[in-house]
């Protein structure tokens, strides 16, 4: 799987589970003030991409993710790419 | 109006009531809850609009004035008497009550499915004392409490509580709480939350639902949890049945599976119509066990 493809996948969940907007999806968007995802909503993702991706995500770090761009980079780093 | 977290009495009056259950038994406290269950009759007004509020929907007080200030006392005067059994029971004195606890199986059949259990209860009956309760199982139980409480009294209280059988996550605000809350249930815990307040920190997330004949807001964070975790949910009060004596009824909620965000939101909203289904059961029986002493309702007017 290449960095696209993990973006790609990862903007989809965003769409799905949040009915983000497409053209809202940014590496700087900030999750809770740009795109609406509360704390509720964080754990929902974090688990929709721990299953998507086959990765584990410890919620220590979880709770670091401020943007977009730092999901696409843990991602990324977890599945080594 | 949305609870504030903090509850009335100061440090000096908690630590009178202790001392009296210490020294001198709970019968001599409950004397003292006499006098004070009145003072709270005149110099409470939130608690006392509240409680009359209640009273007139559950049909406590009748239509006569008299017998609805009566209720409202006995009101308080019980919500005292199961804080005062709280700190004899969890305090030490345990062996004196009695618990009734049916169907452990359910609960250890939950257990086994290995995803933690999430045990949604609320500010009725000895909640604290259903959550006590769950220590018979060997997993670590936590509850997650509103962090808005006194520190004074909140860690006089964990210092006489010292006998818990569970572990406060505390909900400070800070969104972090969920993920803690989740770590818990993946590792197989019991966590335990109440399903009835929304707090002032929280954004109006809830859902509505028809509570006692109004519309009422009701926190869905349970829920989402337990949805994402896939844990099973049970719903159960303890109810003071007498004196040393409560007993614990519990049920499961079943929270159908969802893909998307309008499946999710209508399985919660479907799960918390369950939930508060049970709640006005539980209160049928035991009226004078609803401990929620503000406006309940007034939240669902901003909404």
């Known amino acids: 799987m290449t960095t696209i493809q993990v973006v790609g996948k990862i903007n989809q969940i965003m769409v799905d589970l949040f009915e983000v907007q497409p053209d809202e999806l940014k590496p700087e968007s900030d999750l809770h003030k740009d795109l609406g995802i509360d704390s509720l909503d964080s754990v929902d993702l974090v688990v929709s991409l721990e299953k998507e991706f086959g990765i584990r995500i410890d919620e220590s770090q979880a709770k670091q993710l401020r943007t977009l761009g730092e999901i696409y980079d843990l991602v990324v780093q977890r599945k080594a790419l | ?303």
Not at chain 2, 2 to 19: D, E, H, P, Q
Not at chain 2, 126 to 150: H, S
């Open chain 2, 1 to 303: 109006m949305r609870w504030s977290g903090k509850t009335r009495g100061g440090l000096i009056g908690n630590m009178t009531f202790v001392f009296l259950v210490k020294y001198f038994g709970i019968g001599a406290a409950y004397l003292l809850l006499i006098p004070v269950s009145f003072y709270f009759l005149f110099f409470a007004p939130t608690a006392f609009r509240a409680s009359w509020q209640y009273a007139g929907k559950v049909g406590a007080g009748g239509k006569h004035f008299f017998r609805h200030l009566c209720f409202v006392y006995r009101h308080f005067y019980r919500f005292g008497q199961v804080l005062l059994d709280r700190v004899a029971l969890i305090g030490g004195a345990s062996d004196r009550f009695k618990i009734e606890f049916h169907d452990e199986d359910c609960v250890r059949n939950a257990l086994a499915r290995g995803r933690g259990i999430v045990i949604l209860t609320a500010h009725c009956g000895g909640w604290e004392i259903a959550c006590q309760l769950f220590g018979r199982f060997n997993r670590p139980v936590r509850v997650v409490a509103y962090a808005g409480e006194a520190e004074k009294i909140r860690k006089y209280f964990d210092q006489v509580l010292r006998n818990r059988s569970f572990a406060v996550i505390e909900d400070d605000g800070s969104g972090d709480v969920t993920f803690e809350i989740l770590a818990a249930l993946r590792a197989g815990e019991i966590v335990a939350m109440m399903g009835d307040r929304i707090k002032e920190h929280q954004d109006i997330h809830g859902a509505a639902v028809n509570f006692l004949g109004q519309k009422a807001i009701l926190p869905t964070g349970p829920y989402r949890v337990a949805q994402v975790a896939r844990s099973p949910i049970i719903v159960g009060f303890v109810s003071r049945e007498g004196t040393y004596h409560y007993r614990f009824d519990h049920s499961a909620i079943e929270l159908k599976p969802s893909h998307d965000r309008g499946s999710r939101e209508a399985a919660i909203q479907d799960a918390t119509n369950q939930y508060i289904k049970r709640v006005e059961c539980f209160l049928e029986k035991h009226p004078e066990q609803w401990f929620n002493f503000y406006d309940f309702w007034k939240v669902a007017d901003h909404v």
